[in-house]
């Protein structure tokens, strides 16, 4: 009954993994297709939602296709001469998973437009509406990068961890992280259909969106609200002491 939206590339349903799993396209416009942006999204929709090994295999996905690019979006992604691209941009596509009623929106791509005001809109509707967003805090090893969304109030930014525990050294940090998750796993490659690993904040921010959902499923009905939900998630967090650091939240 959780709905995680999902804005990435397109989710290839036809792997095995996917099978009898909830993922529905919501896309507003045509974007082209991107091989390795689609292997992407695909990867974090095994790991939220695949009924063998997904966090949270019950949930729902909404997959929102974002143009990473203003080439990738077709005419129908037009709002107007300044954005050819508009109705495939993240901030357009957080607003539509807000109309559409999802509950956790997940972001694995970074934003490089750090004053854009739709943005800004678009979080703050997104905060108001108890709808949190996920993002995973980027793979330079830098501390406070400006294109993170986790540096933005509203937006929970995740560093990710190695297969061991540790704080992997690939991994942004600095002050947008709110929390950490092991970014390493074992999913299918849509690009040539085998087996093989990934690792990145793009892996562990949709870990954390899938406890999200968890949550939310264990006690959306009974009076409890989205921000007492992310509360408890951050106050028990597993490492810290109690005590936020910038490399794990």
């Given at each position: 009954?959780?709905i995680t939206a999902?804005?990435?590339?397109r989710?290839?349903?036809?792997?095995p993994?996917?099978?009898?799993?909830?993922?529905v396209d919501?896309s507003?416009?045509d974007v082209g297709?991107d091989a390795?942006q689609?292997d992407?999204?695909?990867?974090?929709?095994?790991?939220?939602?695949?009924p063998?090994?997904?966090?949270a295999p019950?949930?729902?996905i909404?997959?929102y296709?974002?143009?990473?690019?203003?080439?990738?979006?077709?005419?129908?992604?037009?709002l107007?001469?300044?954005?050819?691209?508009?109705?495939?941009?993240?901030?357009?596509l957080?607003?539509?998973a807000?109309n559409?009623?999802?509950?956790?929106i997940s972001?694995?791509?970074?934003?490089p437009?750090?004053?854009n005001?739709s943005?800004r809109w678009?979080i703050?509707?997104?905060?108001?509406?108890g709808?949190?967003?996920?993002?995973g805090?980027?793979?330079?090893?830098?501390?406070?990068?400006?294109?993170?969304l986790?540096?933005?109030?509203?937006?929970?930014?995740?560093?990710?961890?190695?297969?061991?525990?540790?704080?992997?050294?690939?991994s942004?940090?600095?002050?947008g992280?709110?929390?950490?998750?092991?970014?390493y796993?074992?999913?299918?490659?849509?690009?040539?259909?085998?087996?093989?690993?990934?690792?990145?904040?793009?892996i562990?921010a949709?870990?954390?969106?899938g406890f999200?959902?968890?949550?939310?499923?264990?006690?959306?009905?009974?009076?409890?609200?989205?921000?007492?939900v992310l509360?408890?998630?951050?106050?028990?967090?597993?490492?810290?002491?109690g005590?936020?650091?910038?490399?794990?939240?």
């Amino acid at each position: 009954g959780v709905i995680t939206a999902v804005t990435d590339g397109r989710i290839d349903t036809s792997i095995p993994e996917l099978q009898g799993a909830d993922i529905v396209d919501k896309s507003t416009c045509d974007v082209g297709a991107d091989a390795e942006q689609d292997d992407h999204a695909t990867f974090i929709a095994q790991l939220l939602v695949a009924p063998a090994f997904g966090v949270a295999p019950k949930a729902t996905i909404y997959n929102y296709r974002t143009a990473l690019s203003v080439n990738q979006g077709s005419d129908d992604c037009s709002l107007g001469w300044t954005r050819p691209d508009g109705r495939a941009t993240t901030e357009y596509l957080i607003e539509q998973a807000i109309n559409d009623g999802a509950n956790i929106i997940s972001i694995s791509s970074n934003y490089p437009e750090s004053r854009n005001s739709s943005m800004r809109w678009a979080i703050s509707r997104a905060t108001v509406s108890g709808v949190p967003i996920v993002a995973g805090a980027g793979n330079d090893r830098t501390r406070d990068p400006d294109n993170s969304l986790g540096m933005w109030g509203g937006v929970i930014g995740v560093s990710a961890l190695d297969k061991d525990g540790n704080f992997a050294d690939y991994s942004n940090y600095g002050e947008g992280v709110t929390l950490s998750a092991e970014g390493y796993v074992v999913g299918r490659s849509a690009l040539d259909n085998q087996l093989t690993w990934a690792k990145g904040t793009s892996i562990a921010a949709p870990m954390v969106a899938g406890f999200l959902a968890l949550a939310w499923q264990r006690f959306g009905d009974s009076g409890v609200s989205m921000r007492q939900v992310l509360q408890a998630m951050v106050a028990t967090a597993w490492g810290t002491n109690g005590q936020w650091n910038e490399r794990t939240g």
